[in-house]
């Protein structure tokens, strides 16, 4: 089991975006890349009990960080914002990488996913859905 994402449109559009650990994993190496430490923020602290950092809503991929990660959507309007995020920080994603994550494909793939998914979904002014 794991996490899929599709465009909603006339036709369906998507790929599966790995396990709900792996998209973890992912999420923080994309919030890393700018400077952000999902396990401090609020959402992620562990025990759920202890509050964390609150978002600012201004933060890059804050549409993506910040959501649900086993249901709910992104807005058109989300997407044309993660956009420039995804057309932004390409470099500085994969630059602060480790090594380990660089040779295993999956970080970069995924990165360029969502960038296709999103650029998609900006284009033809869809939904992407998570579940």
Not at 36 to 58: A, C, H, Q, Y
Not at 88 to 104: A, G, H, I
């Amino acid at each position: 089991m794991g996490l899929s994402v599709s465009l909603w449109l006339e036709t369906d559009k998507g790929f599966r975006a790995g396990s709900y650990s792996g998209f973890h994993l992912w999420r923080k190496a994309l919030a890393n890349c700018v400077g952000i430490n999902l396990d401090v923020m609020s959402g992620f602290v562990k025990p759920e009990d202890v509050r964390g950092l609150p978002w600012t809503e201004k933060e890059p991929f804050y549409e993506l960080l910040n959501h649900s990660d086993c249901d709910g959507n992104l807005w058109f309007d989300e997407c044309q914002e993660l956009l420039e995020d995804f057309n932004k920080y390409r470099d500085d994603f994969v630059s602060s990488l480790s090594e380990e994550q660089k040779n295993y494909a999956y970080y970069i793939e995924k990165y360029d996913d969502w960038h296709q998914l999103i650029g998609d979904c900006v284009e033809q002014e869809g939904i992407i859905r998570f579940g």
